[in-house]
Structure formats: C-alpha cells, structure tokens
C-alpha cells in the first residue's frame, strides 16, 4: 500500500526557512513521480513543485521559483521541501503526493495536481508578518 506522510510544518517568520519532509513506504520513489501542493484557507489546491523521474526535471510554480527547492533521500524513502525566504503567502496546508503513472508537468501544477493518485495528510505552514 501506497503511503505518505509528510510532516515539519510549523510557525516562521517571514523571510525565514522551513523544510517538509514527505516520508514514503510502500512504493519504490524512483518509480513515482512526487509532488508538493499546498491549500491556503478559502483557495484551490495549488502546485508547489513536482519531480518527473522519466523526464529528469522537477517543476516549480512560479509563485516558489528561487526559494523552494526539493530534494530526496531514496534510503531513507524520503522527499523534502526546502522553504527558504517564505512569505505571509506562503501560509497553507502544504501535502505530498505521488503517482506511478501520471507524469508531472506544468500542467500537475495549475491543476493542483488532481491526477496524482495517493496523497500524504497534510502539515500546516503559517508565516507571519
């Protein structure tokens, strides 16, 4: 069974950092592509980034480009989002997701990534002013 948790939010500062960690089981990270989406109170789920295995590329929104980036550690099965420089904007329930066929593009991003099939709970992020 195909399972994610991710975990490391908390209350920061603007212009301070965070890192989510998405701890997966179940399933090989190599073989899925991964995702980091995040639902800020009374908005849509929206894409934060997401790994491509076939293509070798990750994805990032704009909105995160230059502060957030990502990284993995296949012995440990875990995916983590580095959050640097955040903003009162970036306040959200942030998630991880994972898909095995679905290939993540631009497109998983605007979409809120409603193909990825198995989705981890959320962590909360909150950044004050």
């Known amino acids: 069974e195909v399972q994610l948790q991710a975990s490391g939010g908390g209350l920061v500062q603007a212009g301070g950092s965070l890192r989510l960690s998405c701890a997966a089981s179940?399933?090989?990270?190599?073989?899925?592509?991964v995702g980091w989406f995040r639902q800020a109170p009374g908005k849509e789920r929206e894409g934060v980034l997401c790994i491509s295995e076939s293509a070798g590329m990750i994805h990032y929104s704009n909105s995160v480009k230059g502060r957030f980036t990502v990284s993995s550690d296949n012995a440990k099965s875990t995916v983590y989002l580095q959050m640097d420089n955040l903003k009162p904007e970036d306040t959200a329930v942030y998630y991880c997701?994972?898909?095995?066929?679905?290939?993540?593009?631009?497109?998983?991003?605007?979409?809120?990534?409603?193909?990825?099939?198995?989705w981890g709970q959320g962590t909360q992020v909150t950044v004050s002013s």
């Open positions: 997701a994972a898909d095995a066929y679905y290939h993540c593009s631009d497109v998983t991003l605007t979409l809120g990534g409603i193909n990825f099939g198995s």
């Open positions: 179940g399933f090989n990270l190599d073989d899925y592509d």
